[in-house]
């Protein structure tokens, strides 16, 4: 079935850092693709999105670039900040009511 | 933007209590979503609902139901809380089919005693 992986974390990187979360899927078709965020204590957050083949959805300095020839949607930012530490979720719809199959989550931490 | 609540940010409970967790949409949004998020274990769907008064069941709902009475509204249910059901859980709400993306709320951190 339909699926997506991404790396284990946690991924500790240094502020102004570049940052990489690989994210692959398998799914017939082209859905589409999201990132979604969940800081400390709070629920999910739509990051960015991209609805067809070599898009970029991008949001606050972070960009994934939707790639069908690796089916991959990997997420990146030039510069990390302390106030990106978080999870990243990446996911795609499953069915006709846009139900979601999430990814086990990537937590980034973020030192100063 | 959407706003989804959430009823409770936190809540304690002793087992064998009757729980409702409520969420509220303000976006006129079809479908709706009940996730509950434990560690090393990712994000679960316990229900959704793509309609007023339907409801599908997720990949966890043993030990759940849920209403929605009103396009706006989607409550889960504990008939009988048990502490394996401490955990976050999250409301979520979307249109379409697809390409929307879901919007979450706050979430609720069920403590089952």
């Known amino acids: 079935g339909d699926s997506v992986t991404q790396m284990e974390g946690p991924v500790t990187l240094s502020e102004e850092a570049f940052l990489t979360i690989n994210c692959t899927y398998t799914a017939t078709g082209y859905p589409s693709l999201f990132w979604y965020v969940q800081y400390p204590g709070e629920g999910l957050q739509l990051l960015l999105k991209a609805t067809k083949a070599d898009d970029k959805g991008s949001n606050k300095g972070f960009e994934a670039t939707y790639r069908k020839e690796t089916t991959s949607f990997h997420l990146e930012k030039g510069s990390v900040q302390v106030s990106d530490s978080a999870v990243y979720f990446c996911a795609l719809p499953l069915d006709g009511y846009s139900t979601l199959t999430f990814g086990k989550g990537t937590m980034l931490l973020v030192s100063p | 933007d959407v706003k989804v609540t959430q009823s409770s940010r936190y809540l304690v409970k002793r087992t064998g209590e009757k729980v409702f967790l409520e969420c509220v949409q303000d976006?006129?949004?079809?479908?709706m979503f009940w996730y509950r998020q434990d560690p090393g274990l990712g994000l679960r769907l316990i229900y959704f609902s793509y309609d007023v008064k339907m409801k599908e069941k997720g990949d966890i709902p043993e030990g759940y139901s849920v209403s929605r009475e009103k396009k706006e509204r989607f409550s889960l249910i504990l008939e009988s809380a048990s502490t394996n059901q401490t955990s976050m859980y999250l409301c979520?709400?979307?249109?379409?089919?697809?390409?929307?993306?879901?919007?979450f709320g706050p979430g609720t951190r069920l403590t089952v005693l």
């Open positions: 976006m006129d949004h079809e479908n």
């Open positions: 979520a709400s979307s249109a379409g089919t697809g390409g929307s993306g879901q919007f």
